[in-house]
């Protein structure tokens, strides 16, 4: 059964393995088991264990990449933290003392990446209300950004905004609906007023978009943020303009047979982040989306979308707006890593 090994005789349940699996700690500025590593950032990989097993019987070695990561305080234990010293790709590996591995098994291990730590320039535009004050408080804008960095430090990316605050005296661009229509006059009204020619995410903030349902949306020429939108969208967005798509774990949300996708976690359908296959076992798919950056709505009683903040190496099977469009189509999204084209900017 997935998830267990022998361990002098006793059933030893592994939690672990790969980069998508395990919970964080976003409030504490760090995250468990990250598929990247920003340049001169520091990394922390977990397993978890049954009680019976002394953390010093846990040994991690850096079986690929050591030129570009180095442990931190030691390599034994179920949590170790890494370093990145140099760009290019790493893997871990963690060996427990009396775990039997048989073929096919292989030692549970995490694979990631260590990326160029890039500052990303942010110029920032909110649109005033009928009142004369801004739909988002300016001073607010600072602790949106940090949120979005704490996750996009995956990416090795920082927002940092520059230039002032630039207010926008317009009400009739504070609502806006049909978002996703390209020929959306008033979007591209308000997007086209500027242009930082590629070297900057312009981030507009607005009152609601499709009446309160969406709380981001990314065009090429900029960002928009409605009210109820906060770090975790922005840094949804910015990945969009990466490049990455959006997942579900349901085709049809507003159907009599919504159409979740089935079944368990599998090396197809994770192929990037199966980590030895030590998830635990009978862990469903639709399970595992949830906790994915690039899930794009909240079905029934599912997790809120700020409670999935993870990008992972590779491709996740879901269900997926194939080639840009809105029908769904099941099969591996590029939801993760592989799936950057670019570093965010406004086009």
């Known amino acids: 059964m997935r998830g267990f090994a022998r361990f002098r005789g ?29 340049l001169g950032g520091t990394g922390r ?68 990446a260590v990326y160029p730590a890039v500052n990303v320039p942010v110029t920032v535009w909110i649109v005033k209300k009928g009142d004369g004050l801004p739909v988002r408080e300016p001073s607010t804008i600072s602790g949106l950004l940090a949120d979005a960095n704490k996750i996009l430090w995956q990416r ?17 661009l504070l609502d806006h609906t049909d978002v996703l229509n390209p020929a959306n006059v008033k979007l591209t009204a308000m997007l086209d007023a500027t242009n930082s020619m590629g070297n900057a995410v312009e981030l507009y903030f607005v009152r609601t978009l499709e009446g309160g349902a969406a709380k981001g949306l990314c065009w090429p020429e900029g960002i928009v943020i409605a009210a109820n939108g906060d770090g975790h969208t922005i840094a949804h967005e910015v990945m969009h303009d990466c490049g990455l798509e959006d997942i579900y774990t349901v085709e049809n949300p507003n159907g009599a047979d919504p159409n979740p996708v089935s079944g368990p976690v ?8 199966w980590g030895g296959g030590y998830y635990p076992p009978g862990l469903a798919q639709r399970e595992l989306i949830p906790r994915l950056l690039m899930r794009g709505e909240c079905f029934g009683p599912e997790p809120e979308l700020s409670k ?18 809105t029908v769904r189509t099941l099969g591996n999204a590029g939801v993760g890593q592989s799936a950057v084209q670019r570093n965010p900017g406004s086009y």
Do not use: Q
């Open 10 to 38: 006793a059933a030893v349940f592994l939690a672990l393995a790969a980069n998508i699996a395990f919970r964080a700690d976003v409030t504490a500025g760090h995250m468990f088991n990250p598929s990247g590593l920003p």
């Open 45 to 112: 990989f977990k397993i978890e264990v049954s009680s019976n097993v002394p953390g010093d019987d846990i040994e991690w070695t850096i079986t690929e990449g050591a030129d570009c990561v180095a442990f931190v305080g030691g390599n034994t234990g179920p949590e170790v933290a890494v370093t990145a010293t140099a760009t290019g790709d790493f893997r871990l590996e963690a060996n427990i003392r009396g775990l039997v591995i048989t073929s096919p098994r292989v030692l549970p291990f995490f694979t990631g």
């Open 156 to 172: 090795g990316l920082t927002l940092v905004r520059t230039g002032p605050y630039y207010l926008i005296n317009n009400t009739n």
């Open 266 to 273: 599998s090396a197809e359908r994770i192929p990037a982040d």
């Open 308 to 325: 999935g903040i993870y990008l992972p190496r590779g491709t996740v099977y879901g269900w997926r707006n194939a080639g840009g469009g």
